[in-house]
Nanobody, 131 residues
């Protein structure tokens, strides 16, 4: 079975930092892209960043503006999202997802990395940022 398990969420103060982890099992990590998404109450899910493990290509949403960084440890099949300079508006449930790397690399669907079909999802981890 494919499993994606997020961890590292919690409560942070404005200006603080958190690092989220996504442990992936059941797939060949190298062949996949891993994406991070978030959904705030009453809002649609939005893509934050993704990385194509095969070649290391990284995409970020415009709103990230250098505050968040995605990385992976291929040997441990784990992806990370480093959240810096957190703001109350970053409060959301954060999800990691995986899809075949070529799906992102070839922009299948034509709508950009966050709009491709992501095959597998984690259960999410809550991030709450106090003012």
């Amino acid at each position: 079975d494919v499993r994606l398990v997020e961890s590292g969420g919690g409560l942070a103060q404005a200006g603080g930092s958190l690092t989220l982890s996504c442990a992936v099992s059941g797939i060949t990590f190298y062949d996949y892209a891993v994406g991070w998404f978030r959904q705030a109450p009453g809002k649609e899910r939005e893509g934050i960043a993704c990385i194509v493990n095969e070649d290391g290509t990284i995409h970020y949403a415009d709103f990230v503006k250098g505050r968040f960084t995605i990385s992976t440890n291929n040997a441990q099949s784990t992806a990370y999202l480093h959240l810096n300079n957190l703001k109350p508006k970053d409060t959301a449930v954060y999800y990691c997802a995986a899809t075949w790397g070529k799906t992102v690399a070839e922009n299948r669907g034509g709508g950009g990395w966050s709009s491709v079909y992501w095959d597998y999802w984690g259960q999410g981890t809550q991030v709450t940022v106090g003012s």
